[in-house]
């Protein structure tokens, strides 16, 4: 329980700073949204995000698997080498 609290607190600081950062720089939109711009987004934008991130995800399995893949096929070519 503990833990949650922390992380709970540490998010919540993180957003605070994010914001104040934000207010006190002036910062446009467009180069730094703020997080209740990214929020707003969220909730405009949600349908094409679901979309688009499962695309990424997808992505990212796929190129984790490839990355996988050749690490033990190196991985292996090189237990063979020491073999012999």
Do not use: C
């Not at 104040?20 to 949600?46: M, Q, S």
């Not at 033990?72 to 090189?78: E, G």
Request: glycine content about 4%.
């Amino acid at each position: 329980m503990k833990n949650l609290i922390r992380v709970i607190l540490v998010l919540a600081g993180i957003i605070f700073l994010w914001q104040t950062i934000i207010w006190v720089t002036g910062v446009p939109d467009y180069i730094l949204p703020g997080p209740t711009d990214v929020l707003a987004a969220f909730e405009t934008h949600y349908d094409t995000l679901a979309k688009n991130s499962m695309i990424t995800f997808a992505e990212i399995i796929a190129g984790l698997d490839h990355w996988y893949n050749a690490w033990r096929n190196k991985r292996s070519h090189y237990d063979s080498m020491e073999a012999h």
